[in-house]
């Protein structure tokens, strides 16, 4: 093996990003068996990771801390469980996660923020979890947007990302609901709902981004135990609902389980 | 097989019970390789688990919320990522678990409110982590408690806990300091703590209990990044510790893993 370590990262990076059609065309709105992504998703030392999407994301963190790696500025959802799990099992490469999730937000309000909340922050790595509030508030009649705009905002957001930030890795997670629970009227949800989850994943493929299948993921932990024991709302998850999607995201990205080290007898030569 | 899965299940709760004699004699003080029990310990359907101590386990949960499995409730400590684990991956025991840790607290004041605190909450499983307080309380004067106080009222709370709950499955956690954390100078610590350290291990063995050797855990942690990064200050995790101590109490009691289920054809019968 003549390979250097930065051609052996290089590589990883790049199965990393084209593995996504594996997923994407397994995963979620078919329901068929799921699938990891069979490289993880490269991360370098230093590697900034940024959590972004509405209260779902959000989960209670304290926005005035703006610092890496905190718990009280992460949250308690899923963002926290996938920091904990990342930062302990990868601690010698010094990663740096963010969380910039903001409760109620839908699509259009992520791009508001963006320049401020995801540009500046230099991510090597942005996770997004948007849209159930691009649907939900369209309820009451107080938000008139529509299945068109969510998508036609969605693919302006992800251009304008992939433009200031050529070189970041994209993993979009479905928007879901669970449909036993509190805030989920089934006839108003569905099926209108799941062409918003659809779209999501078409936009990963555009994108080559990984695809977090939450639904999926949920409609098989339903039945190991009752929707309203993962996320009493249908919306909001509790403590096994957080874990629950933490442990998706990191299948999805590879990233879950650490490989075996190569061994690099070249290394850096 | 001719066993029921009542028999199953009480044969799977005495190997546990009595699996403590290999990861105590192996564990903590002597530095060996770790090693997990090789049966996780018996979970039985409704299970309460029940943390406590100081404010490590503490770590900032609300103590006006009493719920259990409620992220509020349970703080961002080690107990919220071993929770979490827990109520996702044994989704359908339909665990109850709760923190009941205080900021502050050394071995006597645990004894003080382990009435209410513990005993009436009937708890399956305890799991303790206290110790590091006995200690550093000594260090400005301010509390004149000594080793063998720690050790007779250790012992002493342990004895009335198996009195009032024989059936319940004991935990104890190593307490431990990171040499380079903020608040250790190690000329106060060392060797002195060691034997406070120590003397936990030796209860574990007395009673029967799990242990979980965290002392072990962070040194082998601290060779992949430094002591800072996992503590801060030497004693309260940030959230690469937390994660870390939540995966040595999971491996310590076999439960980060979850067993093939066996087959059981006469179930019930």
């Keep these: 093996m003549k390979n250097s370590r930065r051609d052996f990262l290089k590589a990883a990076a790049v199965t990393g990003a084209g593995a996504i059609l594996i997923p994407a065309a397994t995963y979620g709105v078919t329901k068929k068996k799921s699938r990891a992504v069979k490289h993880p998703i490269g991360l370098k030392d230093n590697a900034i990771i940024l959590f972004q999407g509405d209260s779902i994301t959000d ?87 529509t299945l068109e705009k969510f998508v036609t905002d969605y693919r302006e957001l992800l251009s304008y990302t992939t433009q200031k930030l050529p070189n970041v890795q994209l993993i979009i997670c479905e928007p879901y609901t669970l449909r036993g629970g509190g805030a989920i009227k089934p006839e108003q949800w569905y099926p209108m709902f799941d062409e918003y989850r659809k779209a999501t994943l078409q936009l990963a493929e555009e994108f080559k981004a990984i695809y977090v299948p939450i639904q999926t993921i949920y409609d098989k932990a339903i039945k190991r135990a009752p929707d309203r024991y993962w996320a009493p709302d249908g919306i909001h998850p509790g403590l096994p609902g957080a874990k629950l999607m933490a442990n998706g995201w990191l299948k999805a990205t590879g990233l879950y389980k650490k490989g075996k080290k190569k061994k690099e007898k070249d290394s850096d030569s």
């Design 59 to 145: 989960a209670g963190r304290d926005r005035k801390n703006s610092e890496p790696n905190n718990t009280n500025a992460i949250g308690q959802g899923y963002a926290l469980f996938t920091a904990g799990h990342l930062l302990e099992k990868y601690a010698e490469k010094q990663l740096n996660i963010y969380n910039r999730g903001v409760s109620g937000n839908k699509v259009f309000q992520l791009r508001e923020r963006w320049d401020e909340d995801c540009i500046a922050l230099k991510p090597d790595v942005i996770s997004i979890l948007v849209g159930v509030n691009d649907y939900w508030h369209t309820l009451d009649g107080g938000y008139k947007g």
